[in-house]
């Protein structure tokens, strides 16, 4: 592209632009400046005013010919970004801002996302990203408008919702038990037929207990049962 490989956002004399992006990641794009965005305004007071406002949104591996990777913010425009993470700082080299205004929006991150697939074929993040559950239940829609992801994936899976457009899947083992019960004798021997009864928790998703894994039970000796 031209200008902002991900999106562009102008206004005219007659048409103003006020721009709302969540929960979305723009990765691997391309473009002559503004490799993810460009917000781009009149540059006079005499034209419509354009703004736009980024939250919980990954910026990340977008390229630029010319400026900042990923975003350019020129011409009097007006750019808020918060709870996202962008790569180079959400005001640092990930950003160019010429002749315009950029804004805090507050819980912004930094670091890589840890994408889970090489080259972008997997956009979920793995465990120790700092995008991982950073948006708080009832924030920004956590859990109460924003239930799902972009493929229609439960969200929350924990105790936030992901930064980006896609919750990653469960990231912790289940609770595996094994149940024993039989008369137990001296020093932990038991003295009867032992019943082996196993339980799973996994307090990410709705498995509360398992299937396939009967009670087995024990009447031999043994030199050890699996």
Request: charged letters at 10%.
């Amino acid at each position: 592209a031209g200008s902002g490989g991900g999106l562009v956002t102008t206004a005219n004399l007659v048409q103003s632009a006020a721009v709302t992006v969540t929960n979305s990641t723009f990765y691997s794009n391309t473009a002559g400046v503004g490799g993810a965005i460009q917000v781009m305004g009149a540059g006079s007071a005499a034209e419509q005013p354009v703004s736009l406002h980024l939250a919980n949104s990954i910026l990340w591996g977008n390229r630029a010919i010319t400026g900042s990777a990923q975003i350019s913010l020129t011409n009097q425009a007006t750019m808020t970004i918060g709870s996202s993470l962008v790569e180079g700082g959400w005001n640092g080299a990930g950003v160019t801002v010429t002749n315009a205004f950029l804004v805090d929006g507050g819980g912004n991150v930094a670091g890589d996302p840890l994408f889970a697939g090489a080259g972008g074929s997997d956009l979920t993040l793995l465990p120790g990203s700092p995008a991982l559950d950073r948006i708080p239940l009832g924030t920004l829609g956590c859990g109460t408008t924003l239930t799902t992801d972009q493929r229609g994936v439960e969200r929350p899976k924990d105790a936030g919702c992901d930064i980006g457009a896609f919750e990653s899947l469960d990231s912790t083992l289940p609770v595996i038990i094994a149940n024993v019960s039989g008369a137990e004798g001296a020093n932990g021997w038991y003295t009867s037929d032992v019943t082996v009864s196993w339980s799973a928790v996994d307090d990410q998703t709705d498995v509360t207990s398992s299937t396939g894994c009967d009670d087995t039970t024990i009447d031999t000796d043994t030199t050890g049962t699996t």
